[in-house]
């Protein structure tokens, strides 16, 4: 049974870095496509990161690009989000989220599975 589990959230200062973990602890080892979402206060969630399968392929919004980076260790069952250079816009509950499709996705909808998120706060 798929669960994933989000970590690595905390409350940082603008300029810092984080790296968020992503796992499915049911090492069902049937997640194709992964993503990061997140979700800031009185707005709604937006696409922030995806992988493929392979971790070859990757996509981000324009917003992290070039702080961010999304990997996998597929024998960890474990997807990663490095934030660097975090910026208090950032500030958000981070979602997980896994598709048994390999494929490269904004759109929420492409994913089945969510995690339970995990916040992270950055203070200017």
């Known amino acids: 049974q798929v669960q994933l589990v989000e970590s690595g959230g905390g409350l940082v200062q603008a300029g810092d870095s984080l790296r968020l973990s992503c796992t499915d602890s049911?090492?069902?080892?049937?997640?194709?496509?992964m993503g990061w979402f997140r979700q800031a206060p009185w707005k709604a969630r937006e696409f922030v990161a995806t992988?493929?399968?392979?971790?070859?392929?990757?996509g981000y919004t324009d917003s992290v690009k070039g702080r961010f980076t999304i990997s996998r260790d597929n024998v960890k069952s474990t997807v990663y989000l490095q934030m660097n250079s975090l910026k208090p816009e950032d500030t958000a509950t981070y979602y997980c989220?896994?598709?048994?499709?390999?494929?490269?996705?904004?759109?929420?909808?492409?994913?089945?599975?969510w995690g339970q998120g995990t916040q992270v706060t950055v203070s200017s």
């Open positions: 989220a896994g598709s048994r499709v390999n494929t490269l996705s904004e759109d929420q909808s492409t994913y089945t599975y």
């Open positions: 049911g090492r069902t080892k049937s997640l194709y496509g």
């Open positions: 992988i493929s399968w392979g971790g070859r392929n990757t």
